[in-house]
């Protein structure tokens, strides 16, 4: 797998096209202000309070793609004969393993970007790869898990053709709540289209 990977999600009536391509160490202003946001480090994990902070969140999601097992992409609203727009989000393919039948998704968006369908058209653009380049001979499920109260994340895990599967018990301090599993298979209908 290469980290040159850029997936696109066709604009809509209401929305501008998407660009989701692998983070970058230039983007680590953009995360320190995207994660000021109290929103979103209420369902996050990471903690980047500076620049130091991003870049070390960065080089990790690098070293990740090079070992094949997590792939973080950057979603930015592409712009026509211009460089991409600011961090609307982030979109993650994780525990991936060479030849498995089973891996996740996950993703957040800045607050800029909340409720202008930006969370589902990227996670099916993510989605979509994942099964085109890792499902043949392999990949054929992909979960998606988040808090029960997260409701946005359960829309948008619907509206996407992530079927509920079960409650989650809680796993503290990672999953501190009790969670929804969410999953799709290869063969699901398309949501979306």
Known sequence: MNDTVVLYADATPSAPALLLRPWRSEDAPALVEVYRDPVLRRWTTSVLDDEADALRWVGTQQEAWAAGHRFAFAVLEER????????LGNLVLKRVSPGGSTAEVGYWTAASARG????????????DWAFDTLGPGGLQRLELLHQVDNTASCRVAEKCGYAFERVLTATPPAFPLDGHLHTRLRTAPQQLR
């Open 80 to 87: 026509p004969d211009a460089e991409p727009g600011p961090a």
């Open 116 to 127: 202008r369908g930006v969370a589902p058209r990227a996670l099916e653009a993510l989605t």
